[in-house]
């Protein structure tokens, strides 16, 4: 049921009048035209054209259904990003959270900008709720060494999209600190687990070669390849771009990135979720460099893939954090620590300058609410900050009950 109202709410919102959508395109009706354009680049463009499985489905629906393609395209992304929060919820019941927090996890995911905004420009998602879908599954079999599940769900989600590749690392690492015991990372055992983990890489080398040599892609993939680094050059090019690309960036990762400190400075670096919170700092020093250099920055979703280990435990590990906001005692303690208000008063006002007018005026986010949530988002993250100050100088403890 949370999964549903999310998905419908997600719809609403893009399909809002005047909200400059994919869907709507600043329009009260479906921009069937535009989608179509979309399906068709996907399937013609090399990059794209070896990722066929959302096009597959889109098309699949129009044929069965007799839907036109807008209408196709709804159906299977929105369908999707509704199993992607169902399946969220199992994989975080299987990392043994209780239902509370399986559902708490299951709202920061649909509140997460690349997902609340998905079908946003330039956030521009297309396979993202198939992927997601599919990496959840092969997260799920993982942790249940269930690899005769694993191997083909996460073969699977790199045809959805070859970025999954770069999750390999974390689960490598994930599995090296499930060990526990250094003097036996390189068992038998160990090495066994570790060449399943890597097995859909060869798996998914198979298809792409198929794919290149039955579609004579040799020199469309090496014309991609070569022209990959004037990416970096558009993502810098001008101010705008370059505001864009790291704004990019933050909005993708900062909330998470800031918890994640927080959380391994303050609290035990031993639990057993901390593994999760690892993996997902190796995969954003992994990827984020790849997406800056090979890729557009302004697409935060591309970004967004390291948030596949942190989403699953959110509440389990950051829900002291969280609790935090909700302290009465910690705003009472304010006042009598009243000076500590003059830094968080001047970070918001730059804070408001920068979404609302030095952004705004670049000509980004418009007809959107990524200037309200870049704010909102920049206020939590310093009230946070003002509250654990003071619960150290007051000496209120900052952790509470478990959700």
Same mark, same amino acid.
């Given at each position: 049921?949370?999964?549903?109202?999310?998905?419908?709410?997600?719809?609403?919102?893009?399909?809002?009048?005047?909200?400059?959508?994919?869907?709507?395109?600043?329009?009260?009706?479906?921009?069937?035209?535009?989608?179509?354009?979309?399906?068709?680049?996907?399937?013609?463009?090399?990059?794209?054209?070896?990722?066929?499985?959302?096009?597959?489905?889109?098309?699949?629906?129009?044929?069965?259904?007799?839907?036109?393609?807008?209408?196709?395209?709804?159906?299977?992304?929105?369908?999707?990003?509704?199993?992607? /929060?169902?399946?969220?919820?199992?994989?975080?019941?299987?990392?043994?959270?209780?239902?509370?927090?399986?559902?708490?996890?299951?709202?920061?995911?649909?509140?997460?900008?690349?997902?609340?905004?998905?079908?946003?420009?330039?956030?521009?998602?297309?396979?993202?709720?198939?992927?997601?879908?599919?990496?959840?599954?092969?997260?799920?079999?993982?942790?249940?060494?269930?690899?005769?599940?694993?191997?083909?769900?996460?073969?699977?989600?790199?045809?959805?999209?070859?970025?999954?590749?770069?999750?390999?690392?974390?689960?490598?690492?994930?599995?090296?600190?499930?060990?526990?015991?250094?003097?036996?990372?390189?068992?038998?055992?160990?090495?066994?687990?570790?060449?399943?983990?890597?097995?859909?890489?060869?798996?998914?080398?198979?298809?792409?070669?198929?794919?290149?040599?039955?579609?004579?892609?040799?020199?469309?993939?090496?014309?991609?390849?070569?022209?990959?680094?004037?990416?970096?050059?558009?993502?810098?090019?001008?101010?705008?771009?370059?505001?864009?690309?790291?704004?990019?960036?933050?909005?993708?990762?900062?909330?998470?990135?800031?918890?994640?400190?927080?959380?391994?400075?303050?609290?035990?670096?031993?639990?057993?979720?901390?593994?999760?919170?690892?993996?997902?700092?190796?995969?954003?020093?992994?990827?984020?460099?790849?997406?800056?250099?090979?890729?557009?920055?302004?697409?935060?979703?591309?970004?967004?893939?390291?948030?596949?280990?942190?989403?699953?435990?959110?509440?389990?590990?950051?829900?002291?954090?969280?609790?935090?906001?909700?302290?009465?005692?910690?705003?009472?303690?304010?006042?009598?620590?009243?000076?500590?208000?003059?830094?968080?008063?001047?970070?918001?006002?730059?804070?408001?300058?920068?979404?609302?007018?030095?952004?705004?005026?670049?000509?980004? /986010?418009?007809?959107?609410?990524?200037?309200?949530?870049?704010?909102?988002?920049?206020?939590?993250?310093?009230?946070?900050?003002?509250?654990?100050?003071?619960?150290?100088?007051?000496?209120?403890?900052?952790?509470?009950?478990?959700?």
């Amino acid at each position: 049921m949370v999964a549903l109202l999310f998905t419908i709410f997600i719809l609403t919102l893009h399909m809002l009048p005047n909200m400059d959508s994919m869907l709507n395109e600043n329009n009260t009706r479906i921009s069937h035209g535009f989608l179509k354009s979309q399906i068709d680049y996907h399937q013609e463009i090399a990059p794209f054209a070896r990722r066929p499985m959302t096009s597959y489905l889109i098309e699949r629906s129009m044929d069965l259904f007799g839907f036109r393609p807008g209408h196709g395209f709804i159906l299977i992304n929105f369908t999707l990003l509704f199993l992607s /929060g169902c399946l969220l919820f199992r994989l975080s019941k299987i990392l043994k959270s209780t239902n509370r927090q399986a559902i708490a996890n299951q709202c920061v995911y649909y509140a997460s900008f690349s997902v609340l905004f998905a079908f946003f420009p330039p956030v521009f998602s297309y396979d993202e709720p198939l992927q997601y879908c599919f990496l959840l599954l092969a997260f799920s079999a993982f942790m249940q060494r269930r690899w005769v599940w694993y191997v083909p769900f996460f073969t699977l989600a790199l045809v959805s999209r070859e970025t999954s590749l770069l999750l390999i690392p974390g689960l490598l690492l994930h599995a090296t600190l499930s060990n526990g015991n250094l003097s036996t990372v390189f068992s038998k055992q160990n090495w066994k687990t570790w060449l399943f983990i890597v097995l859909p890489i060869a798996f998914y080398g198979l298809y792409l070669f198929a794919f290149i040599y039955v579609f004579d892609q040799l020199e469309a993939t090496r014309t991609e390849m070569a022209s990959r680094y004037s990416c970096f050059i558009e993502n810098f090019e001008n101010l705008t771009n370059t505001v864009e690309s790291w704004t990019s960036l933050y909005l993708a990762l900062a909330p998470y990135l800031y918890l994640s400190i927080m959380y391994l400075k303050n609290y035990d670096s031993r639990l057993p979720q901390n593994k999760w919170v690892y993996s997902f700092l190796l995969t954003v020093a992994i990827n984020s460099p790849i997406v800056i250099f090979t890729a557009f920055a302004r697409e935060t979703r591309l970004f967004a893939l390291p948030l596949l280990f942190i989403w699953p435990i959110f509440a389990q590990v950051f829900w002291r954090e969280v609790k935090l906001l909700t302290h009465v005692n910690l705003y009472q303690g304010i006042l009598a620590k009243w000076i500590l208000l003059l830094p968080f008063i001047g970070v918001n006002l730059i804070n408001y300058w920068f979404c609302f007018h030095f952004y705004s005026d670049l000509g980004l /986010g418009p007809n959107t609410y990524f200037s309200e949530y870049l704010f909102v988002m920049n206020f939590g993250i310093s009230l946070h900050f003002l509250l654990f100050q003071v619960s150290k100088r007051i000496h209120i403890p900052s952790t509470t009950s478990s959700f």
